[in-house]
C-alpha cells in the first residue's frame, strides 16, 4: 500500500497537522511520500521522499495549481490513497483531486476498521464505516483523530517539482482574527452558551452563573453568529482555544469544531435535555435538564455557599 | 436533523421514522446569499434545486419563499444514500448548458457532512469555485471573497463569475419568510423529475454500517428533580475540582 500525504503551509509557515498523517499511514501500514507547496528552509520533519513545489513562486492558495502539481506527483507515484487533514485547505484541494482521478473521497476519516474507514454522520451522533469501490481513495481526517508520532530529527528527501499552469482565483492575502476584548485562554473556570440557550435574553443567566462561580462566560458559534455574544467569547476551532479547571457547556451539542476548543479544560460539565448529545462523549457530569429551570437554581446556590 | 436515532435491521443506516427534518443549515447562508444577490442585479432569475424524496419540497417551499424563483425537485427516496459524487454529478447534469452565473451551495451537509458536493459540481462544470465562504460582495462580474481559515484568519479573493460558492456559517442573516411571501411561493414553479432522468454516475463507495460512537465512559450522567441536581453538581464539584474551594 501506498500513500501521498498532503502537508499544508500558511502565513510564511508549514503547519504542524502532517505529523497527524504520518501517524495515519503507519497505522494502515503504507509507504508514504509527503506533498506540500512550501519552503525548502521549513521542511516537516518526515523520513521520507517529499515532493515540494516553490510557495514563492506557487503562492500559499492557489488551487487550480496546487491541484495540478499534486496530479503530476499522483500520476508519477500511482498511491492507493491520498491523505489530506480535513481542514481549510483539505477540504477545498481534495475534491479537485478525487474528481480529476474519478476517485472516492471519503471524507473527516476518525478510525480504520478493517477495510472500511470510519467517519461521522449527521452532526457527529453517529458514525459511519465506510467501503471505497475505487482504485485510488482520497481521504480527509478529522483533527486530532490520529495523534501525530514523536519524529526524531528527519531529513526528507526533496524532489522538486513544478507547472506553468495558472489558477482562475486571484489571492490578496490574509484578514487577522478579530482581536481584542476578553481573553478566554487565561480564564480558570469558563460557562458557555449555546444554541439551546434558546433566545438572547438567556446570555444573562450564562453570565450569571459563571459570575457565581467567579469565571468567564464563552458561547459556541451559533451563539455568535446570531450576535448574542462577541466573537471573542466564542470557543472552538474557529475561535479561541481554552484550558480551564472547569468548562460548563450549556445547551452545546458538542460538534468538533467546538470540542477542539474546550478539550483541554479540566473537568467538564455539560448541561443538555439531550442524553445522547456528543458533548456527553466529553464530559465528566453530563446533566440531562433544561437549562432554563437548572441554571438559574444552580445559580442561586452557588451563591448560598 | 435532530431527535433521536434508531439503527435499522441490517445495521447499515439508521430508520427514518419519527425524525424531524429542516434545511440543513449551511444552505440556509447559501439561500440567503443567493436571494441578495439576485435582490442587487437587476433580472436575475433565481432556482433552488433539491435532490430528496418527497419531503424535501417542504424546504424547497421554504427557499421559494426566502424569495427564490422556481424549484428543480430530483426526486429520489434513497438520496442521502447516494455518494457525494453521484449528488454533485446530478446537479452538474442539470446546470450544464444553463449558463447559471453564480451557483451556491452549503460549505457541508449536516448529515452526509463530506464538504465535497459543491466543489465538485464546480469541477465538473470547469467553473472556478470558492470553499467555506464567511464574505461575499458581486460587482460588474468580479466577486470579492472572504473565505475563512482555522483560529479565525481569512483568505481574501477574487474571481470572475461564472462560478461556485460554497457557504460557511455566518456568512449573513437568513431572513425568515413571511406569510405574504410563504403564500406568494405557492404558486411559483416546482417542477419535479425522477432521478433517473439525471443519474449517470455509479457510487464509488458504500457504507458497510452504521453505528453510535463509543461513549469514552468515566463520564457520570445525571438525571432527575433540578434543585436536587444542582445539589450533586455542587458535591461532586467539590470533591473533584478546586473550583469552589
Ligand atoms: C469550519 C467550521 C468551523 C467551526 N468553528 C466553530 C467554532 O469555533 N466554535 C463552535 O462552537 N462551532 C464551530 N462550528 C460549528 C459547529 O460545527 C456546530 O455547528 C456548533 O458548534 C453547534 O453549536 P451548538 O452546540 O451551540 O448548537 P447545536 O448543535 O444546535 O446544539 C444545541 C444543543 O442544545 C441542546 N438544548 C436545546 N434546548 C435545550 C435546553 N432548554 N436545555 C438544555 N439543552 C438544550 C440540544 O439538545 C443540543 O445538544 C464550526 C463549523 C465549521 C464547519
Ligand atoms: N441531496 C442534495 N440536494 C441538493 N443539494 C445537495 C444535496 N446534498 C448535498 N447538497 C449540497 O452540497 C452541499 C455540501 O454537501 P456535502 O458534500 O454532502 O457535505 C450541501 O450544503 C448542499 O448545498
Same mark, same amino acid.
Request: glycine share 10%; charged share 20%.
Given at each position: 500500500?501506498?500513500?501521498?500525504?498532503?502537508?499544508?503551509?500558511?502565513?510564511?509557515?508549514?503547519?504542524?497537522?502532517?505529523?497527524?498523517?504520518?501517524?495515519?499511514?503507519?497505522?494502515?501500514?503504507?509507504?508514504?511520500?509527503?506533498?506540500?507547496?512550501?519552503?525548502?528552509?521549513?521542511?516537516?520533519?518526515?523520513?521520507?521522499?517529499?515532493?515540494?513545489?516553490?510557495?514563492?513562486?506557487?503562492?500559499?492558495?492557489?488551487?487550480?495549481?496546487?491541484?495540478?502539481?499534486?496530479?503530476?506527483?499522483?500520476?508519477?507515484?500511482?498511491?492507493?490513497?491520498?491523505?489530506?487533514?480535513?481542514?481549510?485547505?483539505?477540504?477545498?484541494?481534495?475534491?479537485?483531486?478525487?474528481?480529476?482521478?474519478?476517485?472516492?473521497?471519503?471524507?473527516?476519516?476518525?478510525?480504520?476498521?478493517?477495510?472500511?474507514?470510519?467517519?461521522?454522520?449527521?452532526?457527529?451522533?453517529?458514525?459511519?464505516?465506510?467501503?471505497?469501490?475505487?482504485?485510488?481513495?482520497?481521504?480527509?481526517?478529522?483533527?486530532?483523530?490520529?495523534?501525530?508520532?514523536?519524529?526524531?530529527?528527519?531529513?526528507?528527501?526533496?524532489?522538486?517539482?513544478?507547472?506553468?499552469?495558472?489558477?482562475?482565483?486571484?489571492?490578496?492575502?490574509?484578514?487577522?482574527?478579530?482581536?481584542?476584548?476578553?481573553?478566554?485562554?487565561?480564564?480558570?473556570?469558563?460557562?458557555?452558551?449555546?444554541?439551546?440557550?434558546?433566545?438572547?435574553?438567556?446570555?444573562?443567566?450564562?453570565?450569571?452563573?459563571?459570575?457565581?462561580?467567579?469565571?468567564?462566560?464563552?458561547?459556541?458559534?451559533?451563539?455568535?453568529?446570531?450576535?448574542?455574544?462577541?466573537?471573542?467569547?466564542?470557543?472552538?476551532?474557529?475561535?479561541?482555544?481554552?484550558?480551564?479547571?472547569?468548562?460548563?457547556?450549556?445547551?452545546?451539542?458538542?460538534?468538533?469544531?467546538?470540542?477542539?476548543?474546550?478539550?483541554?479544560?479540566?473537568?467538564?460539565?455539560?448541561?443538555?435535555?439531550?442524553?445522547?448529545?456528543?458533548?456527553?462523549?466529553?464530559?465528566?457530569?453530563?446533566?440531562?435538564?433544561?437549562?432554563?429551570?437548572?441554571?438559574?437554581?444552580?445559580?442561586?446556590?452557588?451563591?448560598?455557599? | 436533523?435532530?431527535?433521536?436515532?434508531?439503527?435499522?435491521?441490517?445495521?447499515?443506516?439508521?430508520?427514518? +421514522? %419519527?425524525? *424531524?427534518?429542516?434545511?440543513?443549515?449551511?444552505?440556509?447562508? #447559501?439561500?440567503?446569499? $443567493?436571494?441578495?444577490? &439576485?435582490? =442587487?442585479?437587476?433580472?436575475?432569475?433565481?432556482?433552488?434545486?433539491?435532490?430528496?424524496?418527497?419531503?424535501?419540497?417542504?424546504?424547497?417551499?421554504?427557499?421559494?419563499?426566502?424569495?427564490?424563483?422556481?424549484?428543480?425537485?430530483? +426526486? %429520489?427516496? *434513497?438520496?442521502?444514500?447516494?455518494?457525494?459524487?453521484?449528488? #454533485?454529478?446530478?446537479? $452538474?447534469?442539470?446546470? &450544464?448548458? =444553463?449558463?447559471?452565473?453564480?451557483?451556491?451551495?452549503?460549505?457541508?451537509?449536516?448529515?452526509?457532512?463530506?464538504?465535497?458536493?459543491?466543489?465538485?459540481?464546480?469541477?465538473?462544470?470547469?467553473?472556478?469555485?470558492?470553499?467555506?465562504?464567511?464574505?461575499?460582495?458581486?460587482?460588474?462580474?468580479?466577486?470579492?471573497?472572504?473565505?475563512?481559515?482555522?483560529?479565525?484568519? &481569512?483568505?481574501?479573493?477574487?474571481?470572475?463569475?461564472?462560478?461556485?460558492?460554497?457557504?460557511?456559517?455566518?456568512?449573513?442573516?437568513?431572513?425568515?419568510?413571511?406569510?405574504?411571501?410563504?403564500?406568494?411561493?405557492?404558486?411559483?414553479?416546482?417542477?419535479?423529475?425522477?432521478?433517473?432522468?439525471?443519474?449517470?454516475?455509479?457510487?464509488?463507495?458504500?457504507?458497510?454500517?452504521?453505528?453510535?460512537?463509543?461513549?469514552?465512559?468515566?463520564?457520570?450522567?445525571?438525571?432527575?428533580?433540578?434543585?436536587?441536581?444542582?445539589?450533586?453538581?455542587?458535591?461532586?464539584?467539590?470533591?473533584?475540582?478546586?473550583?469552589?474551594?
Amino acid at each position: 500500500m501506498k500513500t501521498i500525504l498532503v502537508a499544508e503551509y500558511r502565513n510564511g509557515k508549514t503547519l504542524a497537522g502532517h505529523g497527524e498523517l504520518s501517524a495515519f499511514a503507519a497505522l494502515v501500514g503504507a509507504e508514504s511520500a509527503m506533498f506540500l507547496v512550501g519552503n525548502k528552509n521549513d521542511l516537516p520533519a518526515y523520513e521520507g521522499t517529499i515532493y515540494l513545489a516553490d510557495v514563492d513562486h506557487f503562492g500559499e492558495f492557489n488551487p487550480d495549481v496546487h491541484k495540478q502539481l499534486l496530479l503530476e506527483v499522483i500520476a508519477g507515484e500511482q498511491p492507493d490513497l491520498v491523505v489530506f487533514s480535513h481542514s481549510s485547505y483539505g477540504w477545498d484541494l481534495a475534491p479537485r483531486i478525487a474528481l480529476a482521478l474519478q476517485a472516492a473521497q471519503v471524507s473527516e476519516v476518525v478510525a480504520v476498521q478493517g477495510d472500511s474507514l470510519v467517519i461521522p454522520f449527521c452532526n457527529g451522533k453517529l458514525r459511519r464505516a465506510v467501503r471505497s469501490l475505487s482504485g485510488t481513495t482520497v481521504v480527509t481526517l478529522q483533527a486530532g483523530a490520529f495523534t501525530a508520532l514523536e519524529t526524531p530529527a528527519a531529513s526528507p528527501t526533496v524532489v522538486e517539482i513544478t507547472t506553468d499552469v495558472s489558477g482562475k482565483i486571484t489571492f490578496n492575502g490574509y484578514e487577522a482574527a478579530e482581536q481584542g476584548g476578553v481573553d478566554l485562554s487565561k480564564s480558570q473556570i469558563i460557562v458557555s452558551a449555546g444554541r439551546g440557550i434558546g433566545k438572547p435574553e438567556a446570555m444573562a443567566m450564562i453570565a450569571d452563573l459563571a459570575g457565581a462561580l467567579g469565571g468567564d462566560f464563552g458561547a459556541s458559534r451559533p451563539v455568535v453568529d446570531a450576535g448574542w455574544a462577541e466573537h471573542n467569547r466564542q470557543v472552538g476551532t474557529t475561535g479561541q482555544t481554552v484550558a480551564p479547571k472547569l468548562y460548563v457547556a450549556c445547551g452545546i451539542s458538542g460538534a468538533i469544531q467546538h470540542l477542539a476548543g474546550m478539550k483541554k479544560a479540566e473537568f467538564v460539565v455539560a448541561v443538555n435535555t439531550d442524553k445522547d448529545a456528543p458533548i456527553g462523549e466529553l464530559a465528566d457530569v453530563l446533566v440531562v435538564a433544561d437549562l432554563k429551570q437548572f441554571v438559574p437554581i444552580l445559580t442561586e446556590k452557588l451563591r448560598a455557599l | 436533523m435532530e431527535s433521536k436515532f434508531k439503527i435499522n435491521a441490517a445495521g447499515t443506516w439508521h430508520e427514518t +421514522a %419519527d425524525l *424531524a427534518w429542516r434545511m440543513n443549515e449551511y444552505d440556509e447562508y #447559501a439561500v440567503e446569499q $443567493a436571494v441578495q444577490l &439576485k435582490e =442587487q442585479v437587476a433580472g436575475a432569475d433565481l432556482t433552488v434545486l433539491c435532490i430528496g424524496p418527497e419531503r424535501v419540497k417542504e424546504t424547497m417551499k421554504k427557499a421559494l419563499a426566502m424569495g427564490c424563483d422556481r424549484g428543480f425537485h430530483v +426526486a %429520489d427516496d *434513497a438520496a442521502q444514500t447516494k455518494d457525494p459524487l453521484q449528488i #454533485a454529478a446530478i446537479i $452538474a447534469e442539470y446546470a &450544464k448548458g =444553463q449558463n447559471f452565473t453564480m451557483i451556491f451551495t452549503g460549505m457541508q451537509s449536516q448529515d452526509r457532512g463530506s464538504a465535497q458536493v459543491g466543489v465538485l459540481v464546480a469541477e465538473m462544470l470547469a467553473l472556478p469555485s470558492i470553499t467555506t465562504l464567511v464574505g461575499f460582495s458581486y460587482t460588474d462580474g468580479t466577486i470579492t471573497a472572504k473565505r475563512e481559515l482555522e483560529g479565525g484568519v &481569512k483568505g481574501l479573493l477574487t474571481v470572475k463569475a461564472p462560478a461556485l460558492c460554497t457557504c460557511q456559517l455566518g456568512l449573513n442573516t437568513p431572513r425568515y419568510p413571511t406569510l405574504p411571501n410563504i403564500m406568494k411561493a405557492k404558486k411559483k414553479e416546482l417542477l419535479s423529475v425522477p432521478i433517473q432522468d439525471l443519474l449517470k454516475e455509479n457510487a464509488r463507495q458504500e457504507t458497510a454500517r452504521m453505528f453510535f460512537p463509543e461513549k469514552k465512559g468515566g463520564g457520570l450522567v445525571l438525571e432527575g428533580d433540578v434543585a436536587d441536581l444542582a445539589d450533586r453538581l455542587i458535591r461532586i464539584l467539590k470533591e473533584k475540582t478546586t473550583v469552589l474551594a
